[in-house]
């Protein structure tokens, strides 16, 4: 059997051969053996010369280089020097350091400088062995530059990979979004269509597609209900439509669509009434846009229909307003208008001739205050229904506003105007039944000619006007026929008027005072102010020219309260020079006392003066305080309870009705200057000036005279116990100054 020795076994064979068993008997005895582990030594020599890794021995001890393979050899070239600065040259990496401090194998990577290769990446294995007790270090290099290719490759392939899968992964992204986007329009175009279909169910309009080549329709479902439409009308569609559409709208109807079809308009759009059951009558707009192939032809035209009938009713309803008055059903002033433009274009081409009669109700106001103004309607229905029946063929009536009627006769002669006038006062002969009351009335008419010279319907509209407030002016029930003077006047009016309205402005206006004597004690009791215009052309305009257009005019307002303000401050004046308490009165007109907030106006007016209201007194004519009396009675109660004394001015004059007196809340009554006039040789009106005197004393009413001119008037009135007088005999109205310092002479 064949002897392994280990290495305990080897050294005592070494000592046994050394202490002299001789040569001779080593050589028999061990040789074979000895021949054995040299023949594996040599074959492991030969195995690590073979391998591509360069291994070196070093001992430790002494940093040499002890022993190496045949790579290592061929790596340090022709370096016979095997000490430790060999080593630290072949490798880029600190060895010392790692071989000193071995604990346990360890693996490098670095720079290995082989001489027959070059420099090498390598991976450096270092490890510790002990032999015969002694320590060694085994550095194996191994040359990793194919590996290291290899993993740079790898490296690549693995960015590019990686590359890839980040474009992948984008990709992906992008086609998720656009899947999402896909899924969103999908769902949102799902979501159109259905309230397409429902919209297209539950619209007014009906929706219709009409196919030009084939002639056939296809409609929404409510335009089969709204419209009467078959499968069988569908077909053939341009005959049967054409058919149903009225005579009288289907050549719009055919010109519209033409218009469309051949390019010359956008759209196709028209109305026309369609019959969607014989006798039945609907009002259609159709809307709709073609579809043209690439020669420009027409193949298809889409649209909607929509119902408009009861639009077209409203419209209808609208122009017959626009057009006609609502109370009486004749033509408005608008509609009027038009039809007198058009008869005097044909007046200018034809040379005809007409007369045009504008009518306003004479005391028509009374009507409404009285009755209400239900009856005031009732009765302006009245009067339409004789217009209507009484003008003649080709003739136009209307009503202009309020109690305001127009009638043009067309084709007259001039010479046949008063007849047409006189025959429309005659209307008014009859009396009119409303609520159960038969109301006499009159009106007044103004009167104009129409024709070729006539310039425009307002110069037609105005001549009528002017010649109408003459016939009013010149006591109304009658009529006046225009003629070019009057334009004059109503020139000078406007005027007056505009010249008024710059008086207030220019303070052109000025106040006179008139006193007021007690003839017992010869003393000033008040002053009545009267208001004068001194015109810078004209000098002293009297009140009667222009104190009615003020009313008229409104402008009656801002001069009544200059008046009372002017009074007030000439009242303080004019009391601190007297001993007595000395009133000051002021007239008021007809629309101051209409004023919602009179009373309270007047008040604040005295209030910022600082007057005493008991030395203010405002007078009242008989005829304004009759318009409105129960409203005007609250005034005057209201005005009174605040100390402010209350004259009835021109007593006489108006109604006269004694029977009011106990009625009216006053405190002075002053007689018409009519009355005073013929107080000395009238019996009759001495009496009646007596009766009155007596009356007014029983009632406690202070009497005032106005007008006294003489002193056989004055001595009269004594003589009835009149207690107070006023007129040109004492003073005329005298400027503020003037009033200031007079004195009584009588």
Not at 26 to 48: C, M, S
Not at 577 to 591: E, L, Y
Not at 605 to 625: D, G, H, K, M, V
Not at 661 to 675: A, Q, S, V
Request: glycine share 4%; with cysteine.
């Amino acid at each position: 059997m064949k002897k392994h020795y280990n290495q305990q076994d080897s050294a005592s064979l070494t000592r046994e051969l050394l202490i002299g068993l001789g040569e001779t008997s080593v050589r028999k005895n061990y040789y074979p053996e000895l021949q054995h582990h040299i023949a594996e030594l040599e074959r492991f020599r030969l195995l690590l010369n073979q391998t591509p890794e360069a291994i070196f021995l070093v001992e430790l001890s002494t940093m040499r280089i002890v022993d190496l393979n045949e790579t290592a050899r061929l790596c340090l070239g022709n370096n016979s020097n095997l000490d430790l600065s060999t080593l630290e040259s072949l490798f880029s990496t600190n060895l010392v350091d790692n071989i000193s401090n071995l604990d346990e194998p360890r693996t490098l990577e670095g720079l290995f400088n082989c001489s027959s290769k070059g420099t090498i990446p390598a991976e450096i294995t270092i490890s510790r062995a002990m032999l015969h007790d002694t320590s060694y270090a085994v550095i194996v290099a191994r040359n990793i530059t194919e590996r290291r290719l290899s993993e740079d490759r790898l490296q690549a392939a693995y960015e590019e990979l990686h590359a890839s899968y980040e474009e992948l992964e984008s990709l992906y992204g992008h086609l998720s979004t656009a899947e999402e986007t896909l899924r969103k329009k999908i769902n949102e175009l799902e979501q159109s269509e259905a309230r397409y279909r429902l919209a297209m169910e539950g619209a007014n309009d009906a929706i219709w597609d009409w196919d030009l080549i084939n002639d056939s329709l296809t409609i929404s479902s409510h335009g089969y209900e709204t419209l009467a439409i078959t499968s069988e009308t569908e077909h053939n569609h341009n005959a049967f439509w054409r058919s149903r559409i009225h005579p009288e709208d289907l050549p719009n109807r055919e010109q519209a669509l033409a218009l469309h079809l051949s390019g010359e308009s956008p759209q196709y759009d028209t109305e026309y009434r369609f019959s969607p059951t014989p006798g039945n009558w609907l009002w259609i707009r159709a809307k709709g846009k073609a579809l043209f192939d690439k020669n420009g032809i027409p193949i298809r035209i889409s649209g909607s229909l929509t119902d408009i009938t009861e639009h077209k009713k409203h419209e209808q309803q609208i122009h017959y307003l626009a057009y006609h008055d609502t109370l009486t059903g004749l033509p408005n002033r608008f509609s009027f208008n038009k039809k007198l433009d058009n008869f005097i274009a044909q007046c200018e081409s034809t040379e005809v001739s007409g007369g045009l009669f504008l009518l306003d109700i004479d005391n028509f106001k009374l009507v409404n205050d009285s009755l209400g103004h239900i009856a005031g309607d009732g009765l302006l229905q009245k009067v339409a229904q004789r217009l209507k029946a009484f003008y003649p063929a080709k003739s136009i009536a209307a009503r202009l506003g309020g109690d305001e009627f127009v009638v043009l006769i067309r084709e007259i002669n001039l010479d046949e105007l008063e007849y047409w006038a006189k025959s429309l006062l005659k209307l008014f002969d009859s009396p009119i039944a409303v609520n159960d009351m038969n109301l006499a009335l009159s009106c007044s008419i103004g009167v104009t000619a129409v024709y070729t010279t006539t310039l425009s319907a307002a110069e037609v509209m105005r001549e009528a006007d002017t010649a109408l407030n003459h016939a009013k002016a010149g006591g109304k029930k009658s009529f006046c026929l225009y003629k070019p003077e009057m334009q004059k006047a109503v020139l000078n009016r406007i005027e007056l008027e505009h010249e008024l309205r710059n008086a207030l402005a220019a303070n052109e206006l000025i106040m006179h005072y008139q006193p007021e004597i007690d003839l017992e004690t010869k003393q000033i009791v008040a002053f009545e102010a009267l208001i004068r215009w001194k015109h810078p052309q004209k000098g002293l305009v009297p009140p009667l020219s222009f104190i009615p257009l003020a009313e008229e005019t409104g402008l009656i307002l801002p001069i009544g309260e200059f008046a009372l303000r002017s009074a007030c401050r000439f009242g303080i004046q004019v009391n601190k020079a007297q001993k007595n308490p000395i009133r000051i009165s002021v007239n008021i007109s007809a629309r101051q006392l209409m004023q919602d907030d009179f009373g309270a106006a007047v008040c604040r007016i005295i209030a910022e003066e600082n007057y005493p209201p008991e030395l203010l007194e405002l007078e009242i004519t008989e005829s304004i305080l009759m318009e409105s009396f129960a409203a005007n009675v609250r005034v005057i109660e209201f005005l009174r309870s605040k100390g402010i004394t209350i004259s009835l001015d021109d007593f006489g004059s108006g109604y006269s009705s004694l029977t009011y007196l106990r009625k009216l809340p006053i405190n002075i009554i002053k007689l018409d200057k009519d009355f005073i006039q013929n107080i000395v040789h009238d019996n009759a009106t001495n009496s009646i000036v007596r009766t009155i005197i007596s009356l007014a004393q029983n009632l406690n009413l202070p009497v005032v005279a106005e007008g006294v001119e003489t002193i056989e008037q004055l001595e009269t009135l004594r003589q009835l116990n009149c207690p107070y007088i006023q007129g040109y005999f004492i003073s005329r109205p005298l400027p503020h100054e003037e009033a200031l310092a007079f004195k009584v002479k009588i």
